[in-house]
């Protein structure tokens, strides 16, 4: 059966201007992510990486050139209809985590919830359960962010971005700052996650990631300049753990 298309992208380019700077942030991309997908984006620093998963995740608009989501000509709407689209369609993990301080771990994962207007009772049970699918533990649901290690509040973050039950993923070196046992433990919840359907776009610069996707797209100076399939024993989940 044909997979879905989730999210096309067709000769995507984004040039930002300050005054008589003009600086390009994409040159032409065109790609496709299905339902199922597991894609890793490699790329140096400033090749256009968050720029493109920001335009696939509706955070940011393109310069020129078409951005489909779930069969919709993203151009065409309101900034309204986008928010809506980003809420139901896409989840979203970061590097610095972007968690909220002053709140619980609980109330964090419950955020995208508040704002489709899920009532108080079935946003904590969804929140509870979005944790423990994660790997997190019932005794963080209380604590504060900041109580938790960093490859702990990577794992809220991700239970935040599925707590809605997104058709895509969309991850911004979600490893950048953690060491490798927790970097490890992200990874093993993006293929937990994917092995059960959640499509995936991890945007990285460490190859022991990208190495456990599907796919490896390889961005330079704004394009697309290569796709290959991974080493999969070059992936962090196939070395031992050091203890
Ligand atoms: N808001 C912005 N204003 C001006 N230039 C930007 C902005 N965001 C990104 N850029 C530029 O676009 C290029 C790609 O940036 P980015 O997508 O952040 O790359 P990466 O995530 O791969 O490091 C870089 O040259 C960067 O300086
Ligand atoms: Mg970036």
């Known amino acids: 059966m044909a997979r879905r298309p989730l999210v096309r992208l067709v000769n995507v380019v984004k040039v930002y201007r300050a005054g008589d700077t003009v600086t390009y ?36 608009k393109p310069t020129s050139g078409v951005v489909i989501v779930d069969g ?10 986008l928010a809506a689209l980003r809420n139901r369609l896409l989840g979203f993990v970061f590097q610095q985590f972007n968690l909220v301080n002053r709140l619980s771990v609980v109330e964090n994962i419950e ?9 108080p009772r079935e946003r904590r049970r969804l929140a509870e359960e979005a944790l423990l699918r994660v790997g997190g533990e019932a005794s963080w649901l209380a604590k504060k962010p900041s109580q938790l290690s ?31 046992a927790s970097a490890r433990q992200v990874v093993e919840v993006f293929r937990d996650l994917n092995r059960e359907g959640q499509a995936i776009v991890v945007v990285t610069h460490d190859p022991e990631v990208a ?11 704004g394009l697309i300049i290569a796709s290959r399939d991974p080493s999969p024993s070059q992936c962090i989940l196939a070395r031992q753990p050091r203890t």
């Open 111 to 119: 955020l995208p919830l508040i704002a489709r207007g899920v009532p």
């Open 25 to 60: 942030g994409l040159r032409g991309v065109s790609l496709t992510v299905y339902e199922g997908d597991f894609l890793a984006v490699m790329g140096p620093s400033g090749s256009g990486k968050t720029t493109l998963l920001n335009i696939m995740g509706l955070l940011d």
């Open 72 to 81: 919709v000509d993203a151009s065409r709407l309101s900034s309204r209809r």
């Open 150 to 180: 960093g490859g702990q509040q990577q794992r809220v973050a991700i239970a935040r971005a599925i707590v809605t039950k997104p058709k895509l993923v969309l991850a911004d070196e979600p490893t950048g700052n953690l060491d490798r």
């Open 211 to 221: 190495n456990c996707a599907q796919k490896i797209l390889v961005i330079r100076d």
